[in-house]
């Protein structure tokens, strides 16, 4: 592929034009011929800058992005010493959560929620379908069931078992006696029931 050197010295008269680079004349076109070409890069990284998906992609700090989030009065998150504490990847992914909510609102659910998550650093779910909201639920409980870190079963050889629950809810006997037209407990003073099938 030409470069931009080779491109000038084609427009030049053949007299200028020899088989072995001219000594003088290559260098001095070679320079301007660079300076078009980083021109031309420049150029590129300043139409990518206009988009949130490339502007400062692959930078090592943030510049171009910092200037888009001044639009929505956002900056990076720094320390005292000035220096960022988000890479530019955090806050390319932290200037698009800032925009939705507010492109969005703040007075849904989700948008405190974002607003909440934003205060405290947090990452949550973008949709309100990802949420685990409380009222659409169609059970009123929550079951969690995460793995011990610290099984011990399979070095003391003792069976593994498995046990689930229930939410907390009042206390229910059921019996096979039927109750309904009472019964005297006068006499017997212990009463042994089973919980569950167990004594």
């Given at each position: 592929m030409p470069t931009?050197?080779?491109?000038?010295?084609?427009?030049?008269?053949?007299?200028?034009?020899?088989?072995?680079?001219?000594?003088?004349?290559?260098?001095?076109?070679?320079a301007f011929g660079n300076e078009l070409l980083l021109g031309e890069n420049s150029l590129a990284e300043i139409m990518l800058s206009h988009w949130v998906d490339f502007a400062d992609k692959n930078a090592e700090r943030i510049n171009d992005l910092e200037k888009l989030a001044a639009l929505y009065a956002?900056?990076?998150?720094?320390?005292?010493?000035?220096l960022d504490l988000e890479t530019v990847e955090e806050f390319r992914e932290h200037l698009k959560r800032y925009v939705r909510t507010f492109?969005?609102?703040?007075?849904?659910?989700?948008g405190i929620l974002r607003i909440t998550a934003e205060a405290l650093a947090?990452?949550?779910?973008?949709?309100?379908?990802?949420?685990?909201?409380?009222?659409t639920r169609l059970r009123d409980e929550v079951v969690n069931v995460e793995a011990s870190l610290d099984d011990a079963t399979a070095l003391l050889n003792?069976?593994?078992t498995f046990a689930a629950g229930a939410s907390e809810?009042?206390?229910?006997?059921?019996?096979?006696?039927?109750?309904?037209?009472?019964?005297?407990?006068?006499?017997?003073?212990?009463?042994?029931?089973?919980?569950?099938?167990g004594g």
């Amino acid at each position: 592929m030409p470069t931009k050197t080779d491109r000038i010295l084609s427009y030049l008269p053949h007299t200028f034009q020899s088989a072995p680079r001219a000594k003088v004349l290559y260098p001095v076109v070679d320079a301007f011929g660079n300076e078009l070409l980083l021109g031309e890069n420049s150029l590129a990284e300043i139409m990518l800058s206009h988009w949130v998906d490339f502007a400062d992609k692959n930078a090592e700090r943030i510049n171009d992005l910092e200037k888009l989030a001044a639009l929505y009065a956002l900056a990076p998150r720094r320390d005292e010493d000035g220096l960022d504490l988000e890479t530019v990847e955090e806050f390319r992914e932290h200037l698009k959560r800032y925009v939705r909510t507010f492109l969005e609102g703040t007075v849904t659910v989700q948008g405190i929620l974002r607003i909440t998550a934003e205060a405290l650093a947090l990452r949550i779910a973008h949709e309100t379908e990802e949420l685990d909201r409380w009222w659409t639920r169609l059970r009123d409980e929550v079951v969690n069931v995460e793995a011990s870190l610290d099984d011990a079963t399979a070095l003391l050889n003792f069976d593994r078992t498995f046990a689930a629950g229930a939410s907390e809810r009042a206390a229910k006997v059921t019996g096979t006696v039927d109750l309904s037209g009472g019964i005297e407990l006068t006499g017997p003073s212990v009463l042994r029931f089973k919980v569950d099938g167990g004594g």
